[in-house]
């Protein structure tokens, strides 16, 4: 099974090959079988015939005129003999001649005489007869085609297999090519893009694939509002009371204890983070057009925001080139990324620029705990949050999903990975060139 290709277009290739080949050959049993045998036969009873009539005849001539007989009979059956076209004597019976003989010898055994053959100069077979002590070989003429199956025969089963051939390629491309479509749309969908319907055209089994799935695209843009819709509306009930809680920790400030205020001011801001999480996972990107930005100026912006908020970030490297994203919806990237390594890992936190040829790339690095691999894919799902290997501090969970689904709408790739020394690298790779 190994030797099989492996895509369903070659295997089907292969398959129609082998059909056609298996159809050919038992074409040509079919023909051996029930045409050329029984003609084989009808020929060897006439040759046997006509070898006790030639018997018969010199044994009625005198011996004197039996050499004159011979030599005129097998100058009239070699003048019917075509004559070798450039091949040279042939000395090995073909199997069509192998089994005209033995059938010829076995009729004419049962005349009672003997049958030895030879190959003429011209091709043809002779028959030796012995009469009174002498030997006369009596030339066959020729009653069998030069070639078992002629050139023609061959062209023309090349051109059926070749023709039958391209036609079932053909149809097998028209049924290729609707899967192929099937599964560039699957992969677009994975990549958390939106892809076009398929057309809901061809054969009945094709159509069906292709509407089931515009419909499965359907249910999970229905399904995708509808969530959207709820955690937008859930946020939006819930910040208005968090303004009223923000507002009497303020008045009531005064009258309580400075430790219960700080601890419910923290409180209310980590709901307000969480209520902020779940607005930006509920509010798309789409809107944001795609132009082209540069990450440095980004990572300026959010280093000014951290030390506003007394959070050093560090900024290595440097990667001036433009590069085509929705830069607000990138920011948020950055930002859920450097926030995330603060609550969760360690300072220092360092922000890091690069790129190459193909993609820009940037990565934010902690001197945290780290992750396994298991849980660093497992955290870019939504509303899923560290285990053991991290802080475990308060938060909604929705983070790193956010940064996911951003990143693959741009067509890019995020990662989760070890720092030698400890901590983690969340790196980010952008194309350079739009999708």
């Known amino acids: 099974m190994k030797l099989l ?12 090959v082998a059909l056609i080949v298996l159809g050919q050959i038992g074409g040509v049993v079919l023909l051996r079988e029930m045409v050329l045998k029984p003609r084989l036969d009808q020929i060897a009873e006439g040759v046997a015939r006509n070898v006790g009539a030639i018997r018969a005849g010199l044994v009625a001539l005198p011996a004197s005129q039996r050499p004159a007989f011979v030599d005129a009979f097998n100058s009239r059956a070699s003048a019917d003999q075509p004559q070798p076209g450039g091949e040279g004597l042939r000395l090995l019976l073909s199997p069509l001649e192998r ?91 994975a990549a958390g893009r939106e892809p076009a319907p398929l057309p809901e055209d061809g054969p009945t089994e094709v159509a069906t694939v292709s509407r089931s799935f515009n419909q499965l695209v359907g249910s999970l843009r229905q399904a995708e509002r509808e969530r959207a819709l709820m955690l937008a509306g859930i946020s939006h009930d819930l910040r208005t009371p968090l303004t009223k809680l923000r507002l009497v920790v303020e008045i009531l400030r005064d009258k309580t204890e400075p430790e219960l205020a700080t601890s ?39 280093q000014a925001a951290c030390s506003d908020h007394g959070e050093p970030l560090q900024v290595e490297g440097a990667f001036a080139e433009p590069v085509p994203m929705r830069a607000q919806a990138m920011r948020r990237v950055m930002v859920n990324l450097v926030e995330n ?12 620029l690069g790129g190459d040829r193909d993609h820009a790339w940037f990565e934010v690095l902690d001197r945290g705990d780290g992750l396994s691999p298991e849980e660093a894919e497992s955290l870019k799902q939504p509303f899923r949050r560290a285990g053991s290997a991290r802080s475990g501090k308060a938060g909604a969970g929705l983070g790193l999903a956010i940064v996911e689904r951003i990143v693959r709408a741009h067509g890019g790739r995020f990662e989760l990975l070890p720092v030698e020394g400890g901590g983690l690298s969340a790196r980010v790779s952008l194309p350079r060139r739009r999708a």
Do not use: K
């Open 264 to 302: 419910m001011t923290r409180s209310i801001e980590e709901m307000d983070a969480i209520v902020g999480q779940f607005l930006d996972f509920a509010r798309g990107d789409e809107a944001e057009p795609v132009a082209f930005a540069r990450l440095d100026v980004l990572a300026s912006e959010v």
């Open 5 to 16: 290709p492996r895509s369903l277009f070659a295997r089907n290739a292969l398959l129609i």
């Open 341 to 352: 390594a603060f609550r969760h890992g360690r300072a220092p936190v360092r922000l890091r």
């Open 99 to 189: 089994n005209f003989v033995r059938s010829v010898s076995a009729r004419i055994a049962q005349q009672g005489a003997e049958t030895v053959w030879r190959r003429e100069q011209g091709g043809s077979l002779a028959l030796r007869m012995t009469f009174d002590g002498s030997q006369y070989w009596i030339v066959m003429p020729g009653v069998l085609p030069a070639r078992e199956f002629t050139g023609a025969w061959l062209a023309v089963t090349a051109g059926s297999a070749l023709l039958a051939l391209a036609g079932a390629l053909w149809f097998q491309r028209r049924l290729d090519r609707p899967l192929q479509r099937a599964v560039e749309a699957a992969r677009t969908l």
